[in-house]
């Protein structure tokens, strides 16, 4: 096993430490999962197969089924596609698979829609598990991915980021508990003052705050030590994100869409010739 693949390795397990000791069935609302797919909707899906690479224990990939497509296939490196294929079952879809694969390296026959959320940016090399995207879409398919942003995240990167890189060295349980709950706290009580009103829309976080305020304590603490338990995170700008997109000439330019997300992430994707 080379560096990358070790690396990569170190991250899914600690991420399936994490999915893996969660109650059943997916931690997203649907309006949740329907904000991270915008612009894809279930017209995009219906009738459609569809790759999800790193599903972790498949909060976003449940609720995949309600759209109707024609085949579901998920893909992660790490033990949390146990959960992921218990999730699965639950929801009564019959034609889908869950394979335990590196993401980066995976070649499938082709899907009409394939999507990579919140996993780029924990890859070694974020480009290759684009280049993968790109690979397993087929010709008129879509593609759809989040990531973090370098933009509107300074607060994380030099108060949460130095944390993490100590905390992810710590046994999941010790982060959890007795990291991630404590420093969640404060985050907790300001997320709910400042959404209250627009005359806070100066402050730190402000969007991100007004989106995650809708949910409760547990919630928050699963963010934060999702945040914690990883060994590496990159923050990717904008003008990434666009060279990407520029590179590959497979991609349609013309279907291309770049979009900042809560302040302090970017939905990107588009369209394969």
Not at 146 to 162: L, M, R
Not at 182 to 211: D, G, N, Q, R
Not at 255 to 266: E, L, Q, T
Request: charged content about 20%; glycine content about 8%; aromatic content about 16%.
């Amino acid at each position: 096993m080379n560096t990358l693949e070790s690396e990569d390795k170190k991250t899914a397990e600690a991420f399936a430490s994490s999915w893996n000791n969660l109650p059943g069935g997916s931690v997203y609302t649907v309006d949740q999962f329907e904000d991270w797919f915008a612009p894809i909707t279930k017209a995009d899906v219906a009738g459609k197969t569809v790759l999800e690479l790193g599903c972790g224990n498949g909060s976003l990939l449940c609720h995949i089924p309600a759209w109707q497509p024609a085949y579901i296939e998920g893909v992660d490196l790490g033990d949390s596609v146990l959960s992921c294929e218990k999730n699965m079952a639950q929801t009564g879809f019959k034609n889908f698979k869950i394979t335990q694969f590196d993401l980066t390296k995976f070649a499938g026959s082709g899907y009409d829609l394939v999507y990579c959320i919140g996993v780029l940016h924990h890859l070694k090399k974020p480009i290759d598990g684009f280049e993968s995207v790109l690979r397993n879409t087929k010709p008129g398919g879509r593609f759809h991915c989040w990531v973090y942003a370098k933009e509107g995240n300074t607060v994380v990167i030099y108060i949460v980021d130095p944390i993490r890189k100590i905390a992810s060295k710590l046994p999941w349980w010790f982060t959890k508990y007795l990291i991630a709950t404590p420093i969640v706290v404060p985050y907790f009580i300001y997320a709910k003052i400042i959404s209250t009103s627009k005359m806070f829309k100066k402050f730190p976080l402000y969007e991100y705050s007004c989106w995650i305020a809708k949910r409760g304590f547990l919630f928050f603490r699963h963010v934060a030590f999702d945040q914690l338990v990883t060994p590496q995170t990159v923050y990717i700008s904008k003008q990434t994100i666009q060279e990407w997109l520029d590179k590959y000439p497979e991609i349609d330019k013309s279907s291309a869409y770049i979009i900042f997300r809560n302040g302090n992430s970017w939905k990107f994707g588009g369209k394969k010739k």
